[in-house]
């Protein structure tokens, strides 16, 4: 273009620019008068449309304060705010809301975005009434109810609330609840709703009781993505109890809760993560109060080091530690634990009502989602899967437990001053072990240890269980209250314990233990009386081996030292010991089935027990009885030292006391399976001055396995007996000596036992009228017993069954010697004769022929008998009688006058003549005839001269003659008083006759007809 050309194009161009400027000035021009306009009309319009629009949508009254707009900043501010609620009060508020618009953004990107928001003192109150409504209820359904649109992108640079307050009232708890949420702030930089944007963001404030909280760290929307830190500071557990207080009836008092938590999500499906790391919680000096009481009180739980992942289904517990628990468990005459009170049935929870749903197809609903595919599995199966899980370390340190129990009789107490526990490494993984360990002391002393270690998660592991000085005594209250006779005043368990177990399988767990067992200085008492009963220094079981899956017990050693047991039987004859372990009621079949007991049969012989046999457990009952829990014990050796039994028996009067002391032995193996019997060997002293010993052969374990125990005793002193001698023998003992060899067997619960007492230098002193005195002559019994050097030997067998509730091994015995004393009362002579050579023949009695007083060969031999029984039984004093047989006698003695009336007649040296027939016939007529002169024959013979023994014949001359012989009362009584000197004469031959203690006794003045022979009576 040339000069001119370009000269004459400048007049055109400048009308165009002049036009541009012209355009922005009038734009410039109009956008500040509509900015203008904005500035000074549209905040007005904009107050009353936002008023009415809020009004008729929430059905509540909004004031809007001064609303500032700058529209050349995009900026819009609004003071003064407030929503009231429909009970007057204000439901919204706050003093400023600031907002910076950033037009470009959404121009550019179509994004809102706000480069700043600010809210100061935001105030919100919501209220829950006693229906469960809250108070917005109606806003929260109209909102169900509106169609949801999609919201475009959003970003805010910087949201920043400040001074927010919160109150929320609850009518609808049993007690309402308040609280106010405030001071708060929040800030929140950087949100974005684009994908992978992160912001950062912190909440942190107080409540009206000081309660902090704080809440901070970086937040995502597409995805949903989360991490940061909560913090919760001196929660008040008490000011939440109506909330949980429907789930306790005691009330909660004090407490605080401060909750630190580190927290990661992401719910990007391809990335997913829910973690909780390095959490932790504290709750300090917590206490629940019931009924006036604080039966529980908490001085702290910590949790810590807790970690989760909900994606990888793992979480891991670092530390849960309670310090300074204690419990006062309290249980009532009613049988009620004050714990158990602390905690009742939760009230039904009280929910606002909810929104209503969306009907399927209105307006604006979203499509229900299709079912669900396979694309879902892999979450599901996720969601399904195991929990892997680790408790690196629980504990229990320094809490105490006080137990008052008011259901006995005597209320019992116990308190464990110090209780603590611990497990380390517990986990699901059944691969790794774990330890564990517990631990209480009581009051009084006494402590429990536990522990154990091994792969917990399989149920299984080894353990240690020790008790060191357990008071046992503090149990009695609760003996008491199950029916115990027998109350524990002292008494400490040591006990030592360990071994494997499994209990992987609940229907037979197994373990193997191994250990030790020992009761030391134990005290028992009659409940009723107050007396003691039995007591021992220690008493140990070592060696213990106890296998639960075979069913099998070993003890290697059992050990009794010092033990003493106290036998009292008061006056009505009842022993402690059936106060103690009574004996159940005896059934009429039980009556029927023992009816041949030991005692009745002791009864009928003197010298046997029984002689039908009772009836034996069956084998099922020993079977059922020994191994319905263990198949087999076995105790390797017992051994007591220095035990003693007293006696003491009020029944008899004096007093019987008998002491069994310094009892000191031991027994061999013995077991369950019958192989075999352990050797028993005992020795004792009888008040301090008898020996005893006892040995055998024993298995207390079995019932078909055969005992077998001998007794010997010498020198027991018999005065402590004198009671029972004067009660049931009428006499009370002087003095005297008693020396017992005792043998028993004891097979199937059998008792057979052979018992021999020697008694020496006894003798009775004075007499006792008791009821229960036999009536029969004793000392003649005793004096028939003792020999010359003083000793009185009893046999007396016994045999019963342990099973027979009528049985007992003393009444047996008394009534045994009793028994004897009646068969020696009523035949003494027959005990002589068979003791002294008499065999069985009567000795109370020697045979005579008729009409003589000169002994006989039987006569003799039974006074050989006699005169050497009585030179044995020094004590024995003989009493002769002659008897007569008043017609064989009376004949006799007729015959022997008859005899001597003919001798007369004849010459001195013609003694001989009477022997021939002729003469005796002469002179027997002669004597006739001398009797009966006025006898017809007589009288004719004289007259004719003939001889009168020709006259005479053909007629019984010598029966006349005999009946005309007078024998009365005086001849009989001559021949038994000669009779009795023959038998006397006899006994007092030789050297060592007892002339002092044998006597005649006086012959009645008319005998009666006892037979041919002289009686002996003891004395």
Not at 108 to 114: H, I, R
Not at 311 to 316: D, I, K, S, Y
Not at 555 to 564: G, K, M, Y
Request: contains cysteine.
């Amino acid at each position: 273009m040339t000069a001119s050309a370009a000269d004459s194009a400048l007049p055109a161009a400048a009308p165009r620019r002049h036009l541009w400027r012209n355009i922005a000035l009038g734009f410039v021009l109009f956008v500040a008068a509509w900015g203008a306009f904005i500035a000074l009309f549209g905040p007005g319009w904009f107050k009353r449309r936002v008023e009415d629009r809020i009004t008729q949508y929430i059905h509540r009254p909004a004031h809007l304060g001064p609303i500032s707009v700058n529209p050349y900043t995009l900026t819009f501010r609004v003071d003064s705010v407030r929503i009231d609620d429909r009970d007057g009060g204000p439901l919204f508020q706050w003093d400023r809301l600031a907002v910076t618009y950033r037009l470009k953004s959404f121009v550019q990107s179509g994004e809102v975005v706000f480069s700043a928001i600010q809210i100061v003192r935001p105030y919100v109150r919501f209220r829950l009434s006693a229906r469960g409504v809250l108070s917005i209820q109606d806003i929260l359904d109209s909102l169900a109810a509106t169609p949801s649109r999609p919201l475009p992108p959003l970003a805010i640079g910087h949201l920043q609330i400040e001074q927010m307050r919160f109150e929320w009232y609850d009518s609808a708890r049993a007690k309402p609840f308040y609280t106010q949420l405030g001071p708060a702030t929040i800030d929140l930089r950087d949100f974005s709703t684009r994908r992978d944007s992160l912001s950062r963001y912190t909440f942190a404030g107080r409540t009206e009781q000081d309660e902090r909280f704080s809440w901070k760290g970086t937040l995502g929307v597409t995805p949903f993505t989360s991490d940061g830190e909560i913090r919760l500071e001196n929660l008040k557990v008490a000011k939440y109890a109506p909330y949980y207080g429907d789930a306790l009836r005691a009330q909660v008092t004090g407490g605080t809760l401060d909750l630190d938590a580190k927290y990661a999500i992401k719910a990007d499906p391809k990335n997913r993560e829910t973690k909780l790391i390095g959490g932790t919680l504290d709750i300090r000096d917590l206490a629940l109060a019931l009924d006036g009481a604080t039966p529980a009180r908490l001085g702290a739980l910590h949790i810590g080091g807790l970690d989760a992942d909900a994606v990888a289904h793992t979480a891991t517990l670092g530390e849960l530690t309670i310090r300074k628990l204690a419990l006062d468990v309290v249980r009532s005459p009613s049988g009620a634990i004050n714990l158990t009170g602390l905690v009742g049935a939760p009230s039904p929870k009280v929910t606002a009502i909810a929104p209503a749903k969306r009907a399927s197809g209105a307006k604006g609903a979203k499509p229900k989602p299709a079912a669900v595919t396979a694309a879902a599995t892999p979450d599901s199966a996720a969601a399904s899967a195991p929990w892997s899980w680790t408790v690196h370390h629980l504990a229990l340190d320094s809490a105490s437990v006080s137990l008052i129990d008011s259901v006995p009789t005597l209320v019992g107490k116990l308190k464990a001053t110090y209780v603590a526990a611990r497990l380390d490494t517990l986990t699901s993984n059944p691969d790794i072990a774990s330890t564990a360990h517990a631990e209480f002391r009581l009051e009084g002393g006494g402590r429990f240890v536990l522990e154990a270690k091994g792969p917990l998660a399989r149920k299984r592991g080894t353990f240690k269980l020790l008790l060191d000085s357990l008071p046992m005594f503090q149990a009695d209250p609760w003996i008491a209250a199950a029916g115990g006779r027998l109350a524990l005043t002292s008494g400490r368990m040591h006990l030592e314990l360990a071994g494997p177990f499994d209990a992987s399988d609940p229907a037979a767990p197994s373990a193997t233990i191994s250990g030790s067992v020992r009761v030391d200085n134990l005290g028992t008492q009659e409940r009723a009386d107050g007396d003691p009963f039995l007591s021992w220094r220690s008493f140990r079981f070592d060696g213990i081996a106890y296998d639960t899956k075979a069913a099998t017990l070993e003890i290697a050693q059992v050990s009794l030292d010092r033990p003493v047991i106290l036998m009292d039987i008061d006056s009505a004859g009842v022993s402690n010991f059936a106060h103690l372990f009574p004996k159940a009621p005896k059934t009429p079949a039980d009556s029927a089935k023992l009816k041949a007991s030991a005692d009745s049969a002791a009864a009928d012989s003197a010298f046997v027990g029984p002689k039908a046999p009772l009836p034996a457990r069956s084998d099922t009952a020993l079977s059922q009885d020994s191994t319905s829990k263990l198949k087999r014990i076995t105790v390797g050796k017992v051994t007591i030292a220095n035990g003693a039994f007293r006696i003491t028996d009020e029944s008899v009067s004096p007093t019987m006391r008998l002491t069994i002391g310094r009892v000191t032995g031991t027994t061999g193996r013995f077991d369950s399976d019958n192989v075999n019997r352990g050797e028993l060997a005992l020795q004792a002293m009888v008040d301090e001055v008898a020996p005893l010993t006892i040995k055998g052969q024993l298995n207390p374990l079995s019932d078909t396995q055969e005992s077998i125990l001998e007794f010997d005793a010498g020198g027991v002193d018999l005065l402590p007996f004198a009671g029972y001698s004067g009660r049931y023998l009428g006499y009370l003992i002087a003095k005297g000596k008693m020396k017992t060899k005792l043998h028993w067997q004891v097979k199937q619960r059998r008792v057979k036992s052979e018992n021999v007492l020697t008694l020496d230098g006894f003798t009775f002193g004075d007499k006792v009228n008791h009821p229960d005195a036999t009536s029969m002559p004793v000392k003649l019994g005793f004096a028939v017993l003792r020999d010359r050097s003083g000793q009185i030997v009893l046999d007396v067998p016994v045999e019963g069954s342990l099973d027979d509730p009528d049985f007992s091994f003393g009444r047996v015995i008394v009534r045994a010697l009793l028994n004897i004393l009646r068969n020696i009362v009523t035949a003494p002579f027959k005990l002589l004769g068979s003791l002294f050579g008499g065999g069985s023949a009567d000795l109370s009695e020697a045979p005579f022929d008729a009409g003589a007083s000169a002994l006989g060969a039987d006569a003799t031999a039974r006074l050989d008998a006699l005169r050497k029984s009585l030179g044995e039984r020094p004590d024995l004093k003989l009493s002769i009688e002659g008897a007569v047989d008043t017609i064989a006698d009376r004949a006799a003695l007729r015959r022997l006058a008859l005899d001597k009336r003919l001798r007369a007649q004849a010459p001195i040296m013609a003694d001989t003549a009477l022997l021939l027939p002729s003469v005796r016939s002469a002179r027997l007529a002669a004597e006739f005839a001398s009797l009966f002169p006025s006898d017809s024959v007589v009288a004719a013979a004289r007259a004719a001269r003939r001889p009168l023994a020709e006259a005479l014949a053909g007629r019984d001359v010598e029966a006349g003659v005999l009946d005309a012989i007078v024998i009365g009362a005086p001849e009989l009584r001559a021949l038994a008083d000669a009779r009795a000197r023959a038998c006397r004469d006899y006994l007092l031959t030789g050297d060592a006759a007892p002339v002092e203690r044998v006597f005649l006794a006086a012959t009645g003045a008319a005998p009666v007809a006892v037979g041919r022979k002289a009686t002996f009576k003891l004395e």
